[in-house]
Nanobody, 118 residues
């Protein structure tokens, strides 16, 4: 199983970006898909969760929207009104059940860089 994230890039403050993440491989089910981010010199933090219901970090609430397409095993993060403080590497994470396993496992994508200029 692999998670492949894409959509990062350089954007001016106030702009928008849409991140995508697709889980590939032999998957029986997905419990949650979410996005984390890690800014330079800071710890990785949870940004948004999609597990039937959605939840967001306070810092992005009202600006970011997470959505999921179960037919594609994909999760998206629409980021609007971006701020320089949003600059970070964004990581896709999923809790899913791979074929051949009886318990759900954690998987991480490699990350995609988002840079917001002022």
């Amino acid at each position: 199983v692999q998670l492949q994230a894409s959509g990062g890039g350089l954007v001016q403050a106030g702009g928008s970006l849409r991140l995508s993440c697709v889980a590939s491989g032999s998957i029986l089910g997905i419990k949650t898909m979410d996005w984390y981010r890690q800014a330079p010199g800071k710890q990785r933090e949870l940004v948004a969760v999609e597990g039937g219901t959605t939840d967001y970090a306070v810092s992005v609430r009202g600006r970011f929207t997470i959505s999921r397409d179960n037919t594609k095993n994909a999760v998206y993060l629409q980021m609007n009104s971006l701020k320089p403080d949003d600059t970070a590497v964004y990581y896709c994470h999923a809790v899913l059940l791979p074929t051949g396993w009886a318990t759900f496992k954690d998987y991480w994508g490699k990350g995609t860089l988002v840079t917001v200029s002022s």
